[in-house]
């Protein structure tokens, strides 16, 4: 079983910054990608941004403000989140792709909520 904790969320004004960290925990063999996704009120959770296989990739939305960072060694994620807008708010998950022995599977933490005011 594996178990990710999600740090970090909270109330910003627009333009400030935030870091999310997502740590994951149990039996963990290897890890592939490490991401986070968003979903705000009344939409579909969306992709923010992945690291896996040595590349990052982002949403369109959150290019040159957004910067994910990961250590392999600790099992972590990070989201450094900067110049938040309003309509970055939203629950942020993140999410683990997982070989626990038994397989690859995907793992996602129990959301972080981040609330950007006007």
């Known amino acids: 079983q594996v178990h990710l904790v999600e740090s970090g969320g909270g109330l910003v004004q627009a333009g400030g910054s935030l870091r999310l960290s997502c740590a994951a925990s149990?039996?963990?063999?290897?890890?592939?990608?490490m991401g986070w996704y968003r979903q705000g009120p009344g939409k579909s959770r969306e992709l923010v941004a992945v690291?896996?296989?040595?590349?990052?990739n982002y949403a369109d939305s959150v290019k040159g403000r957004f910067t994910i960072s990961r250590d392999n060694a600790k099992n972590t994620v990070s989201l450094q989140m900067n110049s938040l807008k309003p309509e970055d708010t939203a629950v942020y998950y993140c999410?683990?792709?997982?070989?626990?022995?038994?397989?690859?599977?995907?793992?996602w933490g129990q959301g972080t909520q981040v609330t950007v005011s006007s």
């Open positions: 149990g039996s963990i063999f290897s890890i592939k990608d």
């Open positions: 690291s896996g296989g040595g590349a990052t």
């Open positions: 999410k683990v792709a997982v070989f626990s022995g038994l397989g690859w599977f995907d793992s």
